[in-house]
């Protein structure tokens, strides 16, 4: 189902040079507030979780997965271009997995690796803090990636409406709110996050079973739909 085409010209996409700039950025600024928690506060463990988890977790990586999963195929949707790979002799559901792939790589790219360097300036990786949220960016990197490229295919105000989900439900919401923090994608990595460092420090507000079926439960539906989507898409001079 993996098409080697179909990846090159979404990684090209995926990493010109606007879209790249704030790839790096964001992962930069995590770096940087590291390093500056870490000389003000020292080798703090509750300050690691706290940055991790709040900007980290948090901030950087959806908007890192909004970036990917909506820059893998709604530009070509928005501006036609999508018509010609449609055109060629390629099944529209390798076309979905193929540029899901691409934007899961292109998210814990840029989410996990800073996630682990900024861990260990933090605090060494102490309590197992580092690799836990490490782990839990890997997690929510392909949720992200699923749930976005499906946002993309479906409407052509994506990055909007995927930046309103990451800034407002997931980074607001999601904190301060009981209820909302049990639909959010945040939680559930948490819970995998959790489970790795075996302490208080990493919580959530789900269990690691309900985390883990509705990571789970949320990818392969939005992949699911998002190839249904793209099926139904219809090219010029087809019935």
Do not use: C
Not at 17 to 41: D, E, K, M, S
Not at 106 to 130: D, E
């Amino acid at each position: 189902m993996y098409d080697p085409t179909v990846a090159r010209l979404t990684y090209r996409a995926l990493l010109g040079r606007r879209r790249a700039l704030i790839l790096f950025a964001l992962p930069a600024l995590l770096i940087a507030l590291a390093a500056a928690v870490r000389g003000f506060t020292g080798a703090d463990d509750q300050a690691a979780a706290d940055v991790l988890g709040g900007f980290a977790l948090g901030t950087m990586v959806p908007i890192i997965g909004v970036i990917a999963g909506t820059g893998a195929i709604a530009p070509e949707i928005d501006d036609g271009s999508v018509v010609y790979l449609l055109s060629k002799p390629i099944k529209r559901s390798s076309i979905i997995f193929t540029k899901l792939i691409v934007a899961i790589a292109v998210t814990m790219v840029f989410s996990a690796v800073p996630t682990l360097i900024a861990g260990y300036l933090l605090n060494g990786n102490g309590q197992q803090i580092a690799v836990a949220f490490t782990v839990a960016s890997l997690v929510s990197s392909i949720a992200y990636a699923a749930l976005f490229l499906l946002l993309g295919t479906v409407s052509r105000h994506a990055v909007v409406f995927g930046l309103v989900y990451a800034l407002v439900w997931e980074a607001v919401f999601g904190t301060l709110i009981a209820g909302a923090r049990t639909l959010s994608v945040q939680q559930w990595s948490r819970a995998v996050a959790h489970e790795v460092a075996g302490n208080d420090l990493v919580t959530s507000d789900v269990s690691l079973t309900t985390g883990t079926v509705l990571l789970v439960v949320v990818t392969v539906l939005a992949t699911w739909y998002a190839g249904r989507k793209l099926r139904t898409l219809k090219l010029a001079g087809e019935e």
